[in-house]
């Protein structure tokens, strides 16, 4: 059983960051983030390999945001930049035991964990 605990959101204006950070206990293989705003379904954000080496990412993200992990520390990041309120959405990490970072790993159902969520609040 892996246990995933985000932390790391808040409110922030237009054009500002954030990290947030994704903590895990038990084995992890491939991690993402997915963003769930009200009203909409759960989207992918980004995603990265069991490594490290390889990364995913949303067009809506790309070039804005940037996937980490510190398989020394068990942990996963999002540094976001450039925030808009499009951007407003609940947070969340998920993770698979598989290792090896696939082009169809944007789905949910893919994922076995998931986080509780953390919320971020773009304000205009």
């Known amino acids: 059983q892996v246990q995933l605990v985000e932390s790391g959101g808040g409110l922030v204006q237009t054009g500002g960051s954030l990290r947030l950070s994704c903590a895990a206990s038990g084995r992890t293989g491939v991690m993402a983030w997915f963003r769930q705003a009200p009203g909409k379904e759960r989207e992918f954000a980004a995603g990265?390999?069991?490594?490290?080496?390889?990364?995913y990412y949303a067009d809506s993200v790309k070039g804005r945001f940037t996937i980490s992990r510190d398989n020394a520390k068990n942990a996963m990041y999002l540094q976001m930049s450039s925030l808009e309120p499009e951007d407003t959405a609940v947070y969340y990490c998920a993770t698979k035991p598989a290792p090896f970072l696939y082009s169809n790993d944007w789905v949910p159902s893919r994922y076995d964990y998931w986080g509780q969520g953390t919320q971020v609040t773009v304000s205009s």
């Open positions: 990265i390999s069991g490594s490290g080496e390889h990364k």
